[in-house]
């Protein structure tokens, strides 16, 4: 079973996009953990958003917009003079530095049908649900480098940067907007952990503490090699001394042999 926060939260997705002003909101941590991460950032769909402007003889699709908060606000505009959507890559705008850039389109979400929200609660159903509600900005790790690869690119962002997010409704057939959203309030992607910063469970030692734990090491093993290479040669003496002590005997006896035999 679907457990009732989640309920209550899509039922109510599209009274809170007309409270925050329609404009893209960051999911809500139940449903997309560790979000943002270092270089995505998990928006929800625009359910119920756009519905007053669709026309039922027409089709009409979403597009997404992503922009750096460090841009200018001059350059925000996502359309043309003639109000055709733009169609500026990541490469062209810098990765949203100089400008918006289309990073994703989608169909309209069906706000008068909608995945059922019991299958959220099914382990082996519960992606595919979320995939229809959520979209992930930054999932494509390989369409800037793919020569062949064609359609709309959605590459990783940049760590530690501010973006804001638009969705703009577009006549298919005419190819113009119908409709667009605010652009969504700043939202920062993580930053990466220094070294000395890292949590090293267990213990949450500090890098620092790793680096001359490891030097400690290798002393030891240092002291360890010195230690058995002098055990190695105190146990190889008895045996030269006694070899010697064996020479000297012998040498002895022919010394005592000798005057004997002169005698004879």
């Known amino acids: 079973m679907c ?5 209550l939260a899509f039922c109510c997705l599209g009274q809170l996009y007309a409270d925050q002003g329609l404009k893209p909101q960051i999911a809500a941590p139940q449903l997309a953990t560790n979000n943002p991460t270092l270089t995505t950032v998990a928006l929800e769909k625009p359910f119920c ?3 007053s402007s669709l026309h039922p003889n027409k089709s009409y699709v979403v597009y997404l917009y992503v922009m750096k908060e460090s841009a200018n606000a001059i350059s925000s505009l996502v359309t043309d003079n003639n109000g055709k959507p733009l169609n500026s890559t990541f490469q062209q705008t810098s990765g949203g530095q100089t400008g918006p850039y289309k990073a994703a389109l989608f169909n309209v979400p069906n706000c008068a049908s ?6 959220v609660g099914d382990v082996n159903r519960a992606s595919d649900v979320l995939k229809q509600y959520l979209f992930r900005v930054g999932d494509d790790g390989t369409c800037l480098y793919d020569p062949n690869f064609l359609a709309v690119c959605n590459p990783p962002l940049s760590p530690d940067t501010t ?5 703009v409704l577009v006549d298919s057939t005419e190819g113009i907007m119908k409709e667009q959203t605010l652009w969504s309030d700043p939202i920062k992607t993580r930053r990466v952990k220094l070294p ?7 213990g949450q030692r500090s890098g620092g503490m790793i680096v001359i734990t490891s030097v400690l090491s290798v002393l030891v093993f240092l002291l360890l090699a010195g230690f058995l290479a002098s055990v190695s040669s105190v146990v190889m003496r008895p045996e030269d001394s006694s070899a010697v002590t064996k020479h000297t005997s012998q040498t002895i006896q022919q010394s005592e042999l000798t005057p004997q035999l002169i005698s004879e």
């Open 3 to 7: 457990s009732p926060w989640v309920v």
């Open 196 to 202: 000395l910063k890292i949590d090293t469970w267990p």
């Open 114 to 119: 909608p995945p059922k929200l019991a299958d």
């Open 163 to 167: 973006y804001r997010f638009k969705y």
């Open 49 to 51: 958003m756009f519905d």
